[in-house]
């Protein structure tokens, strides 16, 4: 059974340890006027430390009378969550559950609290680096049910997750570029820092590499953030740059970025695949329909957003749902990368 807040804490406890007033407290929670950030970041702390949440979503809780689950992302921007989101509210339909989607950029730290979480759900899936891990560890005290997508638990915490495999895959793919097209200069995109998808296919391009004798060079490593407008614009400064360095292959990171990858390479000039080969992550609807056809990894992205949902509900249910889901990745070659169509 999910451990759930003492019933004794109120809001009162909460005014007089924070030191401001209930109707501040109200407000606060309410949303319904403003707060300085000095004071919001104070309640924030003091509702984690006593581990309060508001009666009325207490309740709802309890009773399960919300029937919402919410989905917090750190964006919106691509392809990629469309599948993802066809996942998710499949099992949430068939539930007959409501679903809230959500962005927060966690990593600011801004003064308010994440949008969705005890105060309006029942439980929460986040996606990627949606929440801190200190964000994570208070409310996973507290016994909110919740599922990692993309991302696996930190240390100690034990948090459900369910995401795909990136480091093998990535390595047998850039690998494929080195032996089997003679690939030397692999160019590589970065994801957003620290982002686990991102460093996990870094690794696997680094062993790669190592492993067929080629050294690795900083110089071509680009942030592209698997976003297509971003990809474009420093493969386009890289491009545009006097004394840029040789390349023969771009690894794109995801398919989104592929997309601002390939229209950087055309407006410069570079043939695909006969000057530069190309490949990206995700065989997202839109890969086979590029020019020329992406070589890519299909990651099953609507199955993570299926299993993860399913995994919450069985937290919701009160059954077991540890552990760490890693589901399968398979490369799907095209003409990108050079082989035949």
């Not at 950030?37 to 006593?50: G, K």
């Not at 953030?225 to 545009?240: K, M, P, T």
Request: glycine share 6%; aromatic share 6%; hydrophobic share 40%.
């Amino acid at each position: 059974m999910m451990t759930r807040r003492s019933s004794s804490v109120t809001i009162r406890d909460v005014a007089r340890q924070a030191g401001v007033s209930v109707a501040t407290v109200s407000r606060f929670i309410n949303r319904n006027a403003p707060v300085s950030a000095e004071v919001a970041e104070r309640l924030n702390q003091v509702m984690t430390e006593l581990r309060y949440v508001p009666h009325a979503a207490a309740r709802n809780l309890a009773s399960r009378k919300t029937r919402v689950i919410g989905l917090l992302l750190n964006n919106l921007h691509n392809d990629f969550f469309v599948p993802l989101l066809n996942g998710v509210e499949a099992v949430v339909r068939k539930k007959e559950y409501n679903l809230i989607v959500a962005t927060y950029h966690a990593n600011s730290r801004n003064a308010m609290p994440a949008p969705i979480g005890p105060h309006n759900t029942d439980g929460l899936l986040v996606f990627s680096d949606g929440l801190v891990d200190e964000d994570l560890a208070n409310l996973n005290a507290s016994g909110f049910p919740m599922v990692l997508v993309h991302r696996t638990s930190p240390p100690n915490l034990d948090i459900p997750s369910v995401t795909v495999e990136n480091i093998e895959i990535t390595h047998k793919l850039v690998e494929h570029l080195i032996q089997v097209h003679g690939k030397r200069r692999i160019l590589f995109m970065r994801g957003p820092l620290h982002q686990e998808d991102s460093v996990r296919r870094e690794n696997g391009y680094k062993s790669a590499l190592a492993a067929n004798g080629i050294p690795f060079d900083e110089k071509l490593v680009l942030n592209g953030e698997f976003e297509r407008d971003i990809a474009f614009q420093v493969l386009n400064d890289f491009l545009s740059n006097g004394k840029q360095v040789a390349f023969d292959a771009v690894f794109t990171g995801d398919d989104d970025a592929a997309i601002g990858v390939l229209k950087a390479l055309h407006e410069h000039r570079y043939r695909i695949p006969d000057d530069v080969a190309v490949i990206g992550f995700d065989d997202l609807g839109f890969a086979p329909f590029l020019n020329p056809p992406l070589t890519t990894v299909r990651a099953p992205t609507e199955s993570v957003g299926r299993i993860a949902t399913e995994r919450l509900f069985e937290l919701l249910e009160n059954q077991s749902s540890n552990g760490a889901v890693v589901l399968p990745t398979e490369i799907i070659f095209r003409r990108s990368c050079g082989c035949p169509a």
